[in-house]
């Protein structure tokens, strides 16, 4: 369960993320899915044309020479029975960022944080059954674990034996406070934390003071940067590729308010 709570974690944060931009134009057998993906796990994509299988993205690896600023100038592209090294000249080089980093080590890495997050706060809430701790004699356990039992069938009278005595026992309380509700909201803010570093729209509405306008506007500058960055070197990507091959691709933000922060009179206070 564990390893499966990590997984559904990773998967939906990871589909988010490449969900985030919208390609249009592609050529035919050059999937959006493709090019996102390998940019997700690998950092970066190459785009160029084979001789048998025609225009073709797929994920690539440095594959030696370098210019005078240290860009490769050779890579390697591969995929399923594909191995295949190209010179920059004719390819094109899709970077994920500027640093051609790929994102699933971030997501990995939040993914990791929630899960134990999440664990801890099942673990919070198994505590809150409070067991007692109760020290008796050998020859009255059983007696105690009957009585115990007639307890837990809410039986309105228990009759114990006469020769029982209650005073000898030792009962002990095992008491855990209930965080369950203070872990959720930390979730909430690794959750909100990791979609502002993928450029994601968050209003991070679960802080316990009411944001003020210019924290909401620090929280959407912070966004627009981190998805714009991302956007930049696809939409270059896009204009080398053009040029190279006589197409008319473009990539774009996924949906029109993308990249924006709402604000409205419930999260937001302090406004002019």
Same mark, same amino acid.
């Given at each position: ?12 944060? =990871? ?28 950092? @970066? ?67 990791? @944080? ?24 050998? @020859?009255?356990?059983?007696? %105690? ?19 029982? +005595? ?6 002990? %309380? ?19 934390? %990791? ?15 009411? %944001?003020?306008? +210019? ?23 896009? =204009? ?9 691709? +473009? ?22």
């Amino acid at each position: 369960m564990s390893d499966l709570q990590f997984k559904l974690t990773y998967d939906r944060f =990871k589909h988010l993320y490449m969900n985030r931009f919208e390609w249009v134009n592609l050529p035919k057998g050059v999937e959006e899915r493709y090019i996102e993906k390998a940019l997700f796990e690998h950092g @970066k994509a190459l785009f160029f044309m084979d001789d048998m299988m025609g225009l073709m993205c797929l994920p690539c690896t440095e594959d030696g020479g370098q210019n005078v600023y240290g860009e490769f100038i050779k890579y390697r592209a591969f995929g399923y029975n594909y191995n295949k090294s190209y010179d920059i000249e004719n390819a094109v080089l899709i970077r994920n960022n500027l640093s051609q980093t790929n994102s699933h080590h971030l997501v990995m890495t939040y993914a990791n @944080k929630l899960c134990e997050i999440e664990k801890t706060i099942l673990l919070n809430i198994k505590q809150q059954k409070t067991p007692y701790i109760v020290a008796c004699s050998e @020859k009255d356990l059983h007696t %105690l674990k009957n009585l115990y039992q007639k307890v837990e069938d809410s039986q309105a009278v228990i009759y114990a034996d006469k020769q029982l +005595d209650l005073k000898t026992l030792g009962v002990h %309380l095992t008491p855990t406070p209930f965080v369950a509700d203070k872990l959720l909201l930390h979730k909430h803010e690794v959750e909100n934390e %990791l979609l502002t570093m993928i450029g994601i729209n968050n209003a991070n509405t679960d802080k316990k003071e009411r %944001l003020i306008t +210019d924290e909401v506007n620090a929280n959407n500058e912070y966004i627009d940067m981190n998805v714009s960055f991302m956007l930049e070197v696809r939409r270059l990507a896009c =204009k080398q590729i053009n040029e190279m091959f006589g197409l008319n691709i +473009d990539v774009r933000l996924r949906g029109e308010d993308n990249g924006t922060v709402h604000i409205d009179d419930e999260t937001v206070e302090g406004g002019e």
